[in-house]
């Protein structure tokens, strides 16, 4: 479980996060959504201790990120964010590898390269271990980095905006693997997202910021109201039933 207290952050006299108070269980996908600016990329990362808080703390299963020593830290819990900056000329398979470095502290014994095969073939990537990322799309080049935060095996996985850059087809094909890196590998895995739609299909539960707080929280079918989405997004939302998931339509 990880714990949000009385989370605060200000840049000078800008707050950027205010009064943040919030439970996220062990279990499935965290889709965390809301308005340019509204704080969740800042939220992710002062949750993965890379920021700091100007006043607060973040629990992890009880115990103070900011007490934790930073090994032990990265063996539970993983981030993958936006700015990516590994030089090209790495293979698919040395960039995953990096994921063990938490447990092998760069000594790789045979426990990581069976971690490192898993990795590369629950994310399909085994035909592709070889290729250096600069050879790879961009839909490609996303799960090679999906697959390196799965390899370090932490009970939490936190992803900022997993579908930034890929089209239709691949961001389908990103969210039902973090979907299913939650059903089957049992991993929590937290995502900033745009796409509420996205959100509305393969997350458990929703967190909607605005303005730097928590606007509101909860299952899918709680928070896709026009109610609830219009206000959050200044635009007229509306709500429309598609199969077992609503579609928030506002292209109009």
């Not at 439970?23 to 969740?40: H, L, M, W, Y």
């Not at 905006?161 to 961001?171: K, S």
């Not at 693997?177 to 739609?197: F, P």
């Not at 219009?230 to 506002?250: D, M, Q, R």
Request: hydrophobic letters at 40%.
């Amino acid at each position: 479980m990880i714990e949000v207290q009385q989370l605060h952050k200000r840049y000078a006299d800008d707050a950027v996060l205010t009064d943040i108070n919030l439970r996220i269980d062990s279990t499935g996908v965290v889709a965390i959504i809301g308005p340019n600016g509204a704080g969740k990329s800042t939220l992710l990362t002062i949750m993965s201790r890379l920021q700091q808080p100007s006043h607060g703390r973040v629990r992890l299963d009880g115990e103070d990120i900011h007490q934790m020593p930073t090994r032990q830290l990265a063996q539970r819990l993983a981030i993958l964010r936006q700015e990516n900056h590994f030089v090209s000329r790495l293979t698919v398979r040395e960039l995953v590898s990096f994921g063990r470095y938490p447990h092998s502290q760069g000594k790789l014994r045979q426990r990581d390269w069976q971690s490192i095969e898993q990795a590369l073939s629950f994310l399909d990537l085994l035909p592709l271990q070889h290729r250096y990322l600069d050879q790879l799309s961009g839909g490609q080049r996303q799960r090679a980095y999906v697959a390196m935060v799965l390899c370090q095996e932490t009970d939490y996985v936190l992803l900022d905006e997993p579908l930034n850059n890929l089209d239709i087809h691949h961001a389908v094909s990103m969210m039902k693997l973090i979907r299913r890196a939650a059903d089957e590998l049992k991993r929590t895995i937290i995502i900033v997202i745009h796409d509420i739609n996205f959100a509305a299909a393969y997350a458990d539960q929703i967190i909607a910021l605005k303005d730097g707080q928590i606007a509101c929280q909860g299952t899918p079918t709680e928070i896709m109201r026009t109610s609830v989405l219009s206000p959050i997004f200044n635009l007229p939302i509306t709500i429309a039933p598609y199969e077992k998931h609503p579609l928030a339509v506002f292209y109009r």
